[in-house]
């Protein structure tokens, strides 16, 4: 991952409002959001599963699943 995905939510907190601004801009010009839907129950289940295997995001598992997937496809 790139130095901006790999900020904690815990250290959010500290960033200066210059930083988010750049934060921003960077993940306009690099990144496109993916929005889908899973039952609660499922990203529920999903959550607690990452919290025991030491705390990674959703969204981090996400995209460590279709890295995985496109490196097995070529």
Not at 24 to 44: G, L, M, P, S
Request: net charge positive; proline share 1%; aromatic share 6%.
């Amino acid at each position: 991952g790139d130095w901006s995905s790999d900020v904690c939510s815990s250290d959010l907190s500290k960033v200066t409002p210059a930083q988010q601004k750049a934060i921003n801009k960077y993940h306009k010009k690099n990144y496109k959001t993916i929005a889908t839907k899973v039952r609660k129950e499922k990203f529920d289940e999903i959550k607690e599963m990452l919290e025991k295997q030491g705390g990674i995001s959703v969204s981090k598992f996400i995209t460590d699943l279709v890295d995985r997937e496109l490196q097995k496809r070529k």
